[in-house]
């Protein structure tokens, strides 16, 4: 392995941008991904009977020219809870037809972010999701911390 392939592989291990991923428990590393949120991680999660939550430690490539996490790469993770939530309900696949994401405070590259979403409403092809993000590391949602929330309406896929 050349030198260059080998620095890059302990920089991305150790964070870019000189954040250490170091989720807080009980997040474990999330591997099935798509390439989009995947090129856009390292992601972690967790679950239980009673909910899930997604986090990662921003990177400067997660924010934009101010330090602050972009709203674009805030909206995209907005998406990915609020298709979790669905899937973890319904067991159905979805595709977004609508994502409304309220940008409430900043965060910035070093920060701990997570969130949750949950299934507010299934019909027959259609579901509706809220989802919220904050900062730090406790498991709850911390209401003082809220960066966004979000609803969105999903075309569930028919089932297989």
């Avoid at 392995?1 to 920089?11: I, R, Y």
């Avoid at 964070?15 to 590393?29: A, I, L, M, S, V």
């Avoid at 909206?75 to 159905?92: C, K, V």
């Avoid at 027959?124 to 999701?129: C, E, H, K, L």
Wanted: proline letters at 5%.
């Amino acid at each position: 392995m050349s030198d260059s392939v080998s620095s890059q592989l302990s920089a991305d291990k150790a964070g870019e941008g000189g954040f250490p991923d170091n989720p807080p428990q009980p997040f474990q590393p999330s591997v099935r991904r798509g390439p989009f949120t995947t090129h856009n991680g390292p992601w972690y999660h967790w679950a239980d009977a009673a909910g899930f939550r997604q986090g990662l430690r921003l990177q400067e490539r997660h924010c934009n020219g101010r330090g602050i996490a972009h709203g674009g790469f805030l909206s995209a993770f907005a998406d990915g809870l609020t298709a979790t939530a669905i899937f973890r309900e319904l067991r159905r696949g979805s595709v977004t037809m609508k994502l409304t994401t309220e940008f409430l405070r900043s965060a910035k590259a070093g920060d701990w972010l997570q969130g949750t979403a949950t299934l507010t409403k299934a019909a027959r092809n259609m579901a509706f999701v809220e989802a919220y993000g904050w900062v730090g590391e406790a498991p709850e949602i911390a209401h003082d911390d809220l960066v966004f929330s979000a609803s969105a309406v999903f075309r569930l896929l028919e089932e297989r």
